[in-house]
């Protein structure tokens, strides 16, 4: 008899206490280098939009967020927990850090020059190894803000620079033929300036932050009875030994979206 009573206080003690855990679990996060671009809500608090953590996306404040700039992006790594409300659904982290050279001011960010743009090798031209788009949103949850990285080749005494452009003059496929509907395609133009010093090639990588408001604006559909998506392409000199040029115009179709949401 006592057996099962002991037994079933056990039972009930776990009962108790295993919700208990799990709630705990389920309502902390770590974050680790993720991506994040500063905003301040009507209220006046100043947090980060970050792009995973318990909703796949939330809002995190930390004591030191006020050296950034609204618009900033960050690679922050942080803990929160859902139960630590500052205001409305903004989390005050635990801990939130951020490394040296992982914020990216919106002084150093790219813009998306709206002009015609030559994708022929000039004596400037420096060609990518790799290129990538890491992290996004097709909505406005990141400001239109979209985290890039690449690698290239320079020599020391060498600096690279990457520009992006929009050509409406040259919305083709490499074949010549038309995109398909609802999509875009922006140019990224490397190129290297300075004087080289010695003939050793090493490998520069990067990530950089591109602000794609200016894009958005020229995308913008004259009718919004539905929610429509454009697809952005991007076309860059990629480094190819192989062909004469040292170069081939690569197409990286479908890379990324934009959401124009349907007008109320």
């Given at each position: 008899?006592?057996?099962?009573?002991?037994?079933?206080?056990?039972?009930?003690?776990?009962?108790?206490?295993?919700?208990?855990?799990?709630?705990?679990?389920?309502?902390?996060?770590?974050?680790?280098?993720?991506?994040?671009?500063?905003?301040?809500?009507?209220?006046?608090?100043?947090?980060?939009?970050?792009g995973s953590g318990l909703n796949q996306g939330m809002y995190v404040t930390w004591d030191g967020i006020s050296t950034y700039?609204?618009?900033?992006?960050?690679?922050?790594?942080?803990?929160?927990?859902?139960?630590?409300?500052?205001?409305?659904?903004?989390?005050?982290?635990?801990?939130?850090?951020?490394?040296?050279?992982?914020?990216?001011?919106?002084?150093?960010?790219?813009?998306?020059?709206?002009?015609?743009?030559?994708?022929?090798?000039?004596?400037?031209?420096?060609?990518?190894?790799?290129?990538?788009?890491?992290?996004?949103?097709?909505?406005?949850?990141?400001?239109?803000?979209?985290?890039?990285?690449?690698?290239?080749?320079?020599?020391?005494?060498?600096?690279?620079t990457a520009r992006f452009y929009y050509d409406a003059t040259k919305q083709v496929r490499k074949n010549k033929t038309a995109?398909?509907?609802?999509?875009?395609?922006?140019?990224?133009?490397?190129?290297?300036?300075?004087?080289?010093?010695?003939?050793?090639?090493?490998?520069?990588?990067?990530?950089?932050?591109?602000?794609?408001?200016?894009?958005?604006?020229?995308?913008?559909?004259?009718?919004?009875?539905?929610?429509?998506?454009?697809?952005?392409?991007f076309r860059v000199m990629r480094e190819d030994s192989k062909v004469d040029a040292g170069y081939a115009l690569t197409y990286?179709?479908?890379?990324?979206?934009?959401?124009?949401?349907?007008?109320?």
């Amino acid at each position: 008899m006592r057996k099962t009573f002991l037994y079933v206080c056990a039972v009930a003690m776990l009962a108790i206490i295993l919700p208990s855990c799990l709630g705990d679990n389920e309502s902390t996060y770590q974050g680790t280098r993720e991506f994040g671009v500063i905003n301040i809500a009507d209220n006046g608090v100043k947090y980060a939009a970050v792009g995973s953590g318990l909703n796949q996306g939330m809002y995190v404040t930390w004591d030191g967020i006020s050296t950034y700039g609204k618009d900033d992006a960050v690679l922050l790594t942080y803990k929160v927990n859902s139960n630590n409300v500052v205001s409305g659904n903004v989390l005050m982290a635990e801990y939130a850090t951020v490394a040296e050279g992982e914020s990216f001011p919106v002084a150093d960010q790219k813009n998306i020059n709206i002009q015609v743009v030559d994708t022929t090798k000039q004596a400037n031209s420096a060609f990518f190894k790799t290129f990538n788009l890491n992290k996004y949103s097709s909505n406005n949850f990141f400001s239109d803000r979209w985290l890039f990285s690449y690698t290239a080749g320079l020599k020391d005494g060498e600096v690279l620079t990457a520009r992006f452009y929009y050509d409406a003059t040259k919305q083709v496929r490499k074949n010549k033929t038309a995109l398909p509907d609802n999509a875009a395609i922006v140019d990224v133009v490397l190129t290297k300036s300075g004087t080289a010093v010695g003939t050793t090639t090493k490998t520069e990588d990067k990530m950089i932050v591109a602000d794609m408001t200016s894009l958005r604006r020229a995308l913008q559909p004259s009718n919004l009875d539905t929610d429509v998506t454009k697809s952005i392409w991007f076309r860059v000199m990629r480094e190819d030994s192989k062909v004469d040029a040292g170069y081939a115009l690569t197409y990286i179709e479908n890379a990324g979206y934009l959401l124009y949401s349907k007008s109320n």
